[in-house]
């Protein structure tokens, strides 16, 4: 039994260790500069690394056939970033990774820019691919970030399918329903009526 604690111990010691490398960043809406990628993918870049894996979510210029004008994000920061380093953790505990890196945006976020930024690296491309996605799946699904969808002829609050999902639980059985908040949508005319 001793040295069944010993090894969790120590092992508890490396992840603490490596937490405190991984790079987390929540940046203020008075930032109008893009996420610096180089940056995040500098970060995690490791001798002992064999593959760095990234995820970029940009603001596409089109939803449903409306033009997306911009994002808008929110966020309560603290319980979010409590949330970001729980994630990393989570992901550290399934996976044999070397570093991590995330950023996300608040603020204004215009078509082609980038909101919201994961970056992995592990010894073996397979831990990094599945961290990677793993993190960017549970900061859809759980990290306290609104995101407010603007088009050239209304607004609306968007929920990720991720969360829907993990909240409504499971309620959200069709395949166009889990796209990108399908039956969510609603956009404000000009004339105050809806569509």
Same mark, same amino acid.
């Given at each position: 039994?001793?040295?069944?604690?010993?090894?969790?111990?120590?092992?508890?010691?490396?992840?603490?260790?490596?937490?405190?490398?991984?790079? +987390?960043?929540?940046?203020?809406?008075?930032?109008?500069?893009?996420?610096?990628?180089?940056?995040?993918?500098?970060h995690v870049r490791d001798?002992?690394? @064999?593959? +760095?894996?990234?995820?970029?979510?940009?603001?596409? @210029?089109?939803?449903?056939?409306?033009?997306?004008?911009?994002?808008?994000?929110?966020?309560?920061v603290p319980m979010a970033?409590?949330?970001?380093?729980? +994630?990393?953790?989570?992901?550290?505990?399934?996976?044999?990774?070397?570093?991590?890196?995330?950023?996300?945006?608040?603020?204004? &976020?215009?078509?082609?820019?980038?909101?919201v930024f994961v970056a992995?690296?592990? &010894?073996? =491309?397979?831990?990094?691919?599945?961290?990677?996605?793993?993190?960017?799946?549970?900061?859809?699904?759980?990290?306290?970030?609104?995101?407010?969808? &603007?088009?050239?002829?209304?607004?609306?609050?968007?929920?990720?399918?991720?969360?829907?999902?993990?909240?409504?639980?499971?309620?959200?059985?069709?395949?166009?329903? =889990?796209?990108?908040?399908?039956?969510?949508?609603? &956009?404000?005319? @000009?004339?105050?009526?809806?569509?």
């Amino acid at each position: 039994m001793a040295a069944l604690t010993v090894a969790s111990e120590e092992e508890e010691e490396k992840l603490t260790e490596a937490a405190a490398e991984d790079l +987390i960043e929540i940046l203020d809406p008075s930032s109008t500069s893009p996420l610096d990628l180089a940056r995040y993918v500098n970060h995690v870049r490791d001798p002992g690394a @064999g593959a +760095i894996s990234t995820f970029e979510g940009t603001t596409r @210029g089109t939803f449903n056939g409306k033009r997306v004008v911009e994002l808008r994000y929110e966020a309560y920061v603290p319980m979010a970033l409590r949330r970001l380093r729980g +994630i990393c953790a989570e992901a550290r505990a399934a996976w044999d990774l070397r570093r991590l890196a995330v950023a996300h945006r608040l603020g204004t &976020v215009p078509v082609g820019e980038a909101s919201v930024f994961v970056a992995a690296s592990a &010894v073996h =491309r397979a831990d990094a691919l599945e961290a990677c996605r793993f993190v960017i799946d549970e900061i859809k699904a759980s990290v306290p970030i609104w995101k407010k969808e &603007v088009y050239d002829n209304g607004e609306v609050w968007k929920e990720n399918a991720e969360f829907l999902e993990r909240n409504h639980e499971g309620r959200v059985h069709d395949k166009a329903a =889990r796209r990108c908040c399908g039956h969510k949508v609603r &956009v404000e005319e @000009g004339g105050g009526g809806s569509s």
